[in-house]
């Protein structure tokens, strides 16, 4: 949510600004801006709409020239969309600059105040507030920029990423974080700031990744220095060595990268597992679960905190970790976890799960879990994001970068590792037999090789969504494991297409959404020939009965549904608790070709992010 770019070296600033907002377009905005420094002086451009569109402007409104400067792209959250709200915003002397993600949640009574003191303010966001604090403070105390930023900061509540320039000190810019990320790259004679490595990943292989309260003064002329906001204690900065590449950033051919990352999830998965099996010597091995083994056998219950997709993939873990472990799981929204008193036991593990590693709500429900004495264990994909640190183990899905705002290979890698955990688990309480646990091994093994097949019937779901396209609504029905993959589906088609649809367990249909079927209501029923098979028979005919339109994900070789529905999309087999990582992916192919064929923008759906980083 929200992007920033910031670039000091021997580089034109402009094209390395232009290029990473343009990487950090996922993130979801409604406007974009840049500043660069260059003879003395500020030159700004700023516009709504997307970054092409400020590109435009700046081709006749803008001195290029520059080494140094900061770009930004805004999702609204003070003030509406527009020119004068976008960012960056100068402070009233017009001496510094800044970006910020977030929000400043007290920026009502510091206006009040500045405003006393004779500032003025030319739009609606708590940015502009920020830098005049920040102005304020500097002008009073007759001190560096960094060290007002310092203070400033101890003087807001909210949450926030800036980076801030001051033209009288145009060596060095200003950066700090806490609840939102940040990442500063250093390479050879220049420095980047940037939400995510992905804009200077090009350039250099090294991040310092700032822990939430921290503030960095980036310069040439000197090492980073990175404090502590609270205390003003120095900080040993880490660097990190990245471990994305620029093709795994790239659409690599493919028209959107969403369809890249729908293809990409054999090799995502195969990815997640790697080196953590041993088929033939039934081993599985998790450093974060090996070493807090113990954790996990003496569990009262499992709590699985976690938003959006995420939450879907811990509601499909919710059904694997009772069959398998035989441990008592809540699933719990962690954007409602945070704001209830919640009853958590220290002999409670938290699992919680993000794509991003920095979702909001999710980092205050972990620091919740904490406070109260519980193990916390995270699942994300990051590397080095808020999450990894914070929780006390967790594993990564090694999906590689997923710039496609609507997860996919997301979630099929998350339920890989949750998977995997339920094995090792398992295993080790005795609760799952020998022939069982072997057999789950070899069946996960070949998972790639299936999602590989399912993938061929690309062509007939554009068939069926050519069908579709123009629905209104859309029911999404699934049985035991695959009812969380019903959620999935719905859910994707209502991101990306905005359609509206709603998923259901099939035997809830018949105690309200029966009454929405007719001819002109598709329905999307997930039906492999597994435990539930009869039932969801009895379902599709009742619905057939008023004259629903199926669309069925059927095992391959079913006769009888393919008998009652409309339409069938035939999947491999596999087993129960397996089969949501394969009956997910005709569902991410028809949202993903309805949308296309609606004009939808399926990469950067309207007024969605990414990562939602502020509540």
Not at 24 to 37: F, I, K, M, N, Q
Not at 73 to 87: I, K, L
Not at 438 to 464: C, D, H, K
Not at 573 to 601: F, K, W
Request: overall charge negative.
């Amino acid at each position: 949510m929200c992007g920033i770019v910031g670039y000091i070296g021997h580089r034109e600033a402009y094209p390395v600004i232009i290029k990473g907002l343009k990487r950090l377009e996922y993130r979801g905005y409604d406007s974009a801006g840049v500043v660069l420094y260059n003879n003395n002086e500020l030159h700004l451009c700023k516009t709504k709409g997307k970054v092409s569109d400020l590109e435009a402007k700046a081709d006749s409104e803008l001195d290029k020239s520059a080494n140094i400067g900061i770009g930004h792209t805004r999702w609204a959250t003070h003030g509406v969309p527009n020119d004068v709200n976008s960012h960056p915003h100068l402070s009233n002397s017009g001496n510094l600059v800044i970006v910020h993600n977030g929000i400043i949640e007290n920026y009502e009574p510091i206006k009040k105040e500045l405003i006393k003191r004779g500032y003025t303010f030319k739009s609606d966001t708590d940015t502009e507030v920020l830098v005049n604090l920040i102005e304020e403070v500097q002008k009073q105390e007759g001190i560096k920029l960094g060290k007002a930023v310092q203070i400033a900061l101890n003087q807001v509540v909210g949450a926030y990423a800036i980076a801030v320039f001051d033209k009288n000190n145009p060596d060095e810019l200003i950066a700090a974080r806490l609840g939102s990320p940040l990442a500063i790259g250093v390479g050879e004679g220049e420095l980047f700031i940037a939400s995510d490595a992905s804009p200077f990943i090009e350039y250099t292989p090294n991040a310092v990744y700032l822990e939430d309260g921290e503030l960095a003064i980036v310069s040439l002329s000197k090492d980073l220095i990175v404090r502590k906001i609270k205390d003003d204690s120095l900080v040993n900065p880490y660097i990190h060595e990245l471990q994305m590449s620029l093709e795994q950033i790239e659409k690599g051919g493919f028209d959107h990268f969403m369809l890249k990352e729908i293809y990409e999830q054999p090799n995502a998965i195969k990815d997640t597992f790697r080196g953590r099996i041993r088929v033939e010597e039934g081993i599985v091995k998790i450093s974060g679960v090996e070493d807090n083994l113990h954790k996990f056998i003496n569990a009262n219950r499992i709590l699985i905190i976690a938003c959006g997709t995420s939450w879907h993939a811990g509601l499909v873990a919710e059904y694997i970790f009772e069959e398998f472990a035989r441990i008592p799981v809540e699933v719990e929204y962690a954007s409602e976890f945070r704001y209830r008193n919640p009853v958590i036991r220290p002999d409670d593990v938290v699992i919680a799960i993000s794509q991003s590693g920095e979702t909001a709500d999710t980092l205050a429900a972990i620091k919740l879990a904490k406070e109260h004495g519980a193990f916390v264990f995270g699942v994300c994909n990051v590397v080095g994001s808020s999450i990894s640190r914070e929780t006390h183990s967790g594993a990564y899905t090694h999906a590689g970068p997923e710039i496609g705002v609507a997860s996919t290979k997301a979630f099929t890698t998350q339920i890989t590792v949750l998977t995997l955990m339920a094995l090792r688990i398992a295993r080790a309480k005795g609760t799952m037999a020998r022939a069982d646990y072997f057999r789950y091994l070899q069946e996960l093994e070949r998972i790639p090789q299936l999602v590989e097949q399912t993938l061929q019937t690309n062509l007939e779901i554009q068939t069926i969504s050519s069908i579709y396209k123009d629905a209104p609504n859309c029911l999404y029905l699934g049985r035991g494991y695959n009812f969380p993959v019903a959620l999935e589906g719905a859910l994707k088609l209502k991101e990306i297409s905005y359609i509206h649809a709603e998923g259901y367990p099939a035997a809830e249909m018949k105690h309200g959404p029966i009454a929405l079927i007719d001819d002109k209501m598709p329905v999307v029923i997930i039906a492999p020939k597994q435990e539930h098979y009869d039932k969801i028979v009895s379902n599709i005919q009742e619905i057939k009965a008023r004259s629903g339109k199926i669309i069925a994900i059927v095992t391959k070789g079913d006769t009888q549904v393919k008998s009652l529905a409309d339409h069938v999309i035939e999947i491999p087999e596999t087993s129960d608790a397996l089969s949501p990582l394969v009956a997910t992916i005709p569902l991410q192919l028809l949202s993903y070709h309805i949308a296309v064929m609606r004009g939808c923008n399926v990469d950067q759906p309207r007024n969605l992010a990414k990562s939602v980083t502020v509540e």
